[in-house]
């Protein structure tokens, strides 16, 4: 694909994409949920690690307390609030890198092939022979608990995956004729994967990464919940949902808060990938 040709294409995909409107909602959701992250310091109604002993466990609806409060008399919607940034950017910069260097070392492997892919693949291959959930799991525990080593883990998990997808999809670009229609032409193997292979690559690439969010969210929010995840008193959903268990029977309503959130953020991951899906036409 040329740039004029990539740009009509994803103007033909936005165009797809806007005509979805599952699709649509669940990105209006997002962003929602999103700007709420963003601005908890502007929109929250109190300070995340401020409590009151005798405020705990009050009810959702309760007066100066829209969602109710915690196990230490925290308003819940502050840490509702507050708790998208951490949960969100556990969720969402695994993916990032791994879309990145799991991309790029699967073109690489795809596109050199021989002893390169050998190499690549059968490194990829070990880490496929440990369940993702088991996997993150031992990493974390074995680093720590703590944002940056759950960032880690994720990212370690998620990487092969894309790479094989990354890898599947080059081998097949590989042997098209205008791969060797532009290597006949003198373009040298850099420019070719750069501009020949992405633009075809890139799609189911981006495709599976967007489907990965929800899996990384979920995983992030269940290091956290086992204690391997973001420590106290941060607020995390995962987290939240660990410390209000106890809470289930007296007041589940506010016990659920996190875990519905987690639920609806996963949710609309998944229906905007396959929006996506659909929309960009991957098989």
Same mark, same amino acid.
């Given at each position: 694909?040329?740039? $004029?040709?990539?740009?009509?294409?994803? #103007?033909?995909? !936005?165009?797809?994409?806007?005509?979805? /409107?599952? $699709?649509?909602?669940? !990105?209006?959701?997002?962003?929602?949920?999103?700007?709420?992250?963003?601005?908890?310091?502007?929109?929250?109604?109190?300070?995340?690690?401020?409590?009151?002993?005798?405020?705990?466990?009050?009810?959702?609806?309760?007066?100066?307390?829209?969602?109710?409060?915690?196990?230490?008399?925290?308003?819940?919607?502050?840490?509702?609030?507050?708790? %998208?940034?951490?949960?969100?950017?556990?969720?969402?910069?695994?993916?990032?890198?791994?879309?990145?260097? %799991? %991309? #790029?070392?699967?073109?690489?492997?795809?596109?050199?092939? =021989?002893?390169?892919?050998?190499?690549?693949?059968?490194?990829?291959?070990?880490?496929?022979?440990?369940?993702?959930?088991?996997?993150?799991?031992?990493?974390?525990?074995?680093?720590?608990?703590?944002?940056?080593?759950?960032?880690?883990?994720?990212?370690?998990? !998620?990487?092969? /995956?894309?790479?094989?997808?990354?890898?599947?999809?080059?081998?097949?670009?590989?042997?098209?004729?205008?791969?060797?229609?532009?290597?006949?032409?003198?373009?040298?193997?850099?420019?070719?994967?750069?501009?020949?292979?992405?633009?075809?690559?890139?799609?189911?690439?981006?495709?599976?990464?967007? #489907?990965?969010?929800?899996?990384?969210?979920?995983?992030?929010?269940?290091? #956290?919940?086992? %204690?391997?995840?973001?420590?106290?008193?941060?607020? *995390?959903?995962?987290?939240?949902?660990?410390?209000?268990?106890?809470?289930?029977?007296?007041?589940?309503?506010?016990?659920?808060?996190? =875990?519905?959130?987690?639920?609806?953020?996963?949710?609309?991951?998944?229906?905007? $990938?396959?929006?996506?899906?659909?929309?960009? *036409?991957?098989?």
């Amino acid at each position: 694909m040329n740039a $004029a040709t990539t740009q009509g294409y994803w #103007s033909r995909v !936005l165009r797809k994409l806007a005509r979805d /409107p599952l $699709a649509m909602i669940c !990105l209006a959701i997002l962003v929602l949920i999103l700007l709420g992250a963003l601005f908890a310091p502007w929109l929250a109604p109190g300070d995340p690690a401020v409590g009151s002993v005798i405020k705990r466990l009050k009810p959702v609806g309760t007066e100066g307390h829209l969602l109710g409060t915690d196990e230490l008399g925290r308003d819940m919607l502050t840490r509702l609030l507050y708790g %998208g940034r951490t949960t969100l950017l556990m969720g969402t910069v695994p993916v990032g890198l791994a879309l990145l260097i %799991g %991309g #790029s070392l699967g073109m690489l492997a795809g596109f050199a092939g =021989g002893r390169i892919n050998a190499l690549i693949m059968r490194c990829t291959d070990v880490l496929f022979a440990f369940p993702s959930v088991l996997l993150a799991v031992a990493i974390a525990g074995a680093l720590g608990a703590g944002l940056a080593n759950t960032l880690l883990a994720l990212t370690i998990v !998620l990487v092969p /995956p894309i790479l094989r997808v990354a890898e599947s999809a080059t081998t097949q670009v590989r042997s098209l004729d205008f791969i060797e229609a532009a290597r006949a032409s003198g373009a040298d193997d850099f420019t070719i994967l750069r501009v020949h292979v992405l633009s075809n690559v890139i799609g189911p690439v981006l495709v599976y990464a967007t #489907s990965l969010l929800s899996v990384s969210i979920i995983m992030a929010a269940g290091l #956290s919940f086992i %204690g391997l995840g973001a420590k106290p008193p941060t607020p *995390e959903w995962g987290l939240m949902l660990n410390t209000l268990r106890n809470a289930i029977y007296s007041q589940p309503l506010l016990a659920a808060l996190p =875990g519905v959130l987690i639920f609806a953020v996963s949710l609309c991951f998944n229906l905007l $990938a396959d929006g996506l899906r659909s929309a960009m *036409e991957v098989k």
